[in-house]
T-cell receptor, first 109, second 115 residues
Framework: DAKTTQPNSMESNEEEPVHLPCNHSTISGTDYIHWYRQLPSQGPEYVIHGLTSNVNNRMASLAIAEDRKSSTLILHRATLRDAAVYYCIYDNQGGKLIFGQGTELSVKP | GAGVSQTPSNKVTEKGKYVELRCDPISGHTALYWYRQSLGQGPEFLIYFQGTGAADDSGLPNDRFFAVRPEGSVSTLKIQRTERGDSAVYLC?????????????FGEGSRLTVL
């Protein structure tokens, strides 16, 4: 299975940036890196994905290391609604995504 | 709405009974996925359809679990002779193609409780 390593939990203050790290040392050159998040009692929600270059969208930025063995999800200004479990995943299974334990982000007002 | 719809949202059954969970994907999405999630765990992959056929069913835990997608749209996950360990939230997701380069859209899930 595609294995990623993330911290179990992180804390942030509201209105401050958050950097969520992920290691994926066994990734291959054609595997996309995906980030999803899951709010309590909801299904996972897509955040962002990328291959090699850094990516930005309205929700977040994704910074991918040059060797692609790690990446960082950046929330530029955390809000209370960003409190969720964040999953870093890469697809080397021909179309399915294998979720790990994720990082539980708490945001303090 | 235009999202992935799952029914029922909650199902309570007794050990040994048969259960069906339904997923209505986003119109036009060819790929459909089933996951299950136990409390405090990440979603666990069960099966992935591309069109009508199961492209990968390696996550189904045993032969009590079966899923179909006869017309390439709605899918049904079937669980025979339910056990207490089957209690979980069953999540369905769909995407335009495979997940590799695209986005999965998840439903709210069906919470199954086996007494």
């Amino acid at each position: 299975d595609a294995k990623t390593t993330q911290p179990n939990s992180m804390e942030s203050n509201e209105e401050e940036p958050v950097h969520l790290p992920c290691n994926h040392s066994t990734i291959s050159g054609t595997d996309y890196i995906h980030w999803y998040r899951q709010l309590p009692s909801q299904g996972p929600e897509y955040v962002i994905h990328g291959l090699t270059s850094n990516v930005n969208n309205r929700m977040a930025s994704l910074a991918i290391a040059e060797d692609r063995k790690s990446s960082t999800l950046i929330l530029h200004r955390a809000t209370l609604r960003d409190a969720a479990v964040y999953y870093c995943i890469y697809d080397n299974q021909g179309g399915k995504l294998i979720f790990g334990q994720g990082t539980e982000l708490s945001v303090k007002p | 709405g235009a999202g992935v719809s799952q029914t029922p949202s909650n199902k309570v059954t007794e050990k040994g009974k048969y259960v069906e969970l339904r997923c209505d994907p986003i119109s036009g999405h060819t790929a459909l996925y089933w996951y299950r999630q136990s409390l405090g765990q990440g979603p666990e992959f069960l099966i992935y359809f591309q069109g009508t056929g199961a492209a990968d069913d390696s996550g189904l835990p045993n032969d009590r679990f079966f899923a179909v997608r006869p017309e390439g749209s709605v899918s049904t996950l079937k669980i025979q002779r339910t056990e207490r360990g089957d209690s979980a939230v069953y999540l369905c997701a769909s995407s335009l193609a495979g997940a590799g380069a695209g986005e999965l859209f998840f439903g709210e899930g069906s919470r199954l409780t086996v007494l």
